[in-house]
Nanobody, 124 residues
Framework: QVQLVESGGGLVQTGGSLRLSCAAS?????MGWFRQAPGKEREFVAA????????YYADSVKGRSTISRDDAGYTAYLQMNNLKPDDTAVYLC????????????????????WGQGTQVTVSS
């Protein structure tokens, strides 16, 4: 079993930036970020294949966010810039411990373990 520890959420003004971190306790193949706002479904934000560094982004954050990993491959980061009130949500880190093709990680069903989530609030 892999445990995930997220950090980096908070309150920021429109146009501001935040960097989320997700540290895994063991080896994984993919790490991803999802978000869920009150009354809305969970939605994909970004994902990265830890070996090779392939990245995937939702259209809603493309160009404003960058997902990356550390050299050891156990921590993933989500740098979010030019934040908007619509970005307000609980951001959840997830990991897939099985290898696979990239399209698998665009859905929450492609992941094996989830973190507790970190709140991101963007004020207008």
């Amino acid at each position: 079993q892999v445990q995930l520890v997220e950090s980096g959420g908070g309150l920021v003004q429109t146009g501001g930036s935040l960097r989320l971190s997700c540290a895994a306790s063991g080896h994984t193949y993919f790490m991803g970020w999802f978000r869920q706002a009150p009354g809305k479904e969970r939605e994909f934000v970004a994902a990265i294949k830890l070996s090779g560094g392939n990245t995937y982004y939702a259209d809603s954050v493309k160009g404003r966010s960058t997902i990356s990993r550390d050299d050891a491959g156990y921590t993933a980061y989500l740098q979010m810039n030019n934040l908007k009130p619509d970005d307000t949500a609980v951001y959840l880190c997830a990991t897939r411990v099985r290898n696979g093709i990239g399209t698998m990680v665009l859905s929450e069903y492609g992941y094996d373990y989830w973190g507790q989530g970190t709140q991101v609030t963007v004020s207008s």
